[in-house]
């Protein structure tokens, strides 16, 4: 199965992935989380991405179109995956058509996560307190001002 989750920061497309994730065995491949490994091991693309993504917007296509390239092709998506975070931009849509062309497979759904905006910042600043609390590092862009850049990102 192949599926696309789309929605807004903060809507909770990746505690939603990760319950299909446990259900049909296919990984959950989030550009966010791999863009965030890549920034705390600081490699070259980590280095590049870490100040766009401090200030809540978009790492380029080609940064972003490489790293899924790469993991589509590992063992674990073979038999499926959900794209969460990506695409984000129709670059990396037509992108990810000409990946899944090339493969001979289809998509099986996008699905939308629709949530009242007002309610979105409630949550990231929830999410940040929680984190805090937990003794977890809370992300630089679970910021209520970064959050703005990231939902006009988003829109
Ligand atoms: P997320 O965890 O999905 O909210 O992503 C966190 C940050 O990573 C975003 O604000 C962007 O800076 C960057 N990012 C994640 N996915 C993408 C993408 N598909 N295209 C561009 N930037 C992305």
């Known amino acids: 199965m192949r599926l696309i989750f789309l929605g807004p920061p ?3 497309e990746g505690t939603q992935a990760a319950r299909i994730v446990q259900k049909h065995g296919i990984p959950q ?3 966010g989380d791999m863009l965030r490994a890549a ?3 600081g490699t070259p693309i980590g280095i590049k991405a870490k100040a766009v993504m401090d200030a809540g917007q ?3 296509d080609e940064i972003v179109i490489g790293i899924v390239a790469d ?5 674990d998506a073979k038999k499926g995956f959900i794209l969460d975070g990506f695409p984000r931009t129709l670059a990396q849509a037509e992108a990810l058509d000409r990946m899944l062309d090339s493969k ?3 998509l099986d759904a996008v699905l939308e996560l629709r949530v009242d905006q007002s309610k979105l910042v409630d949550r990231i600043v929830k999410r940040a307190e929680e984190a805090k609390a937990a003794g977890q590092p809370v992300r630089k862009d679970d910021d209520p001002e970064v959050f703005k850049t990231r939902l006009e990102a988003y829109n």
């Open 10 to 12: 903060g809507a909770g």
């Open 29 to 31: 491949l989030s550009t």
């Open 39 to 41: 920034v705390a091991s």
């Open 58 to 60: 978009l790492v380029s």
């Open 71 to 75: 993991r589509i092709e590992e063992p």
């Open 104 to 106: 001979g497979v289809k």
